[in-house]
């Protein structure tokens, strides 16, 4: 088993889907609700890794033998809506100010997703 936090997410790792389900799920539940916490069921997602998962604005999935973590399909279209609004929203600025925000945006989403594919 591999546990990955990152403040109130994280992600269990096991062999087995029938381990996950019927042996850690409840620890966790036991765990978090000593401390009056709850697992949220529609939240909580058993999948291979090679099916993936969404994690913190990333996809994670095993493609053959490879390991390939990459932003979420999610997380573009939030990066290309962002991109339209600030361009409409600056459509009568001059080139030079539309560039200077847009590089903005992207530099910060960039180096949020710098470590993935």
């Not at 036991?30 to 069921?41: T, Y």
């Amino acid at each position: 088993m591999n546990v990955i936090r990152y403040a109130d997410d994280f992600i269990i790792s096991g062999f087995t889907h029938e381990v996950l389900e019927k042996e850690v799920k409840p620890l966790v539940s036991s765990f978090l609700h000593e401390r009056g916490l709850i697992l949220s069921e529609e939240k909580t997602k058993i999948t291979s890794i090679t099916t993936g998962f969404d994690f913190l604005g990333c996809n994670v999935r095993r493609y053959n033998k490879k390991l390939i973590i990459k932003p979420s399909k999610e997380s573009i279209k939030r990066l290309l809506n962002k991109a339209r609004t600030l361009i409409k929203a600056n459509i009568a600025n001059t080139q030079a100010i539309v560039i200077k925000s847009l590089n903005s945006l992207l530099r910060g989403w960039g180096n949020y997703y710098h470590h993935v594919c």
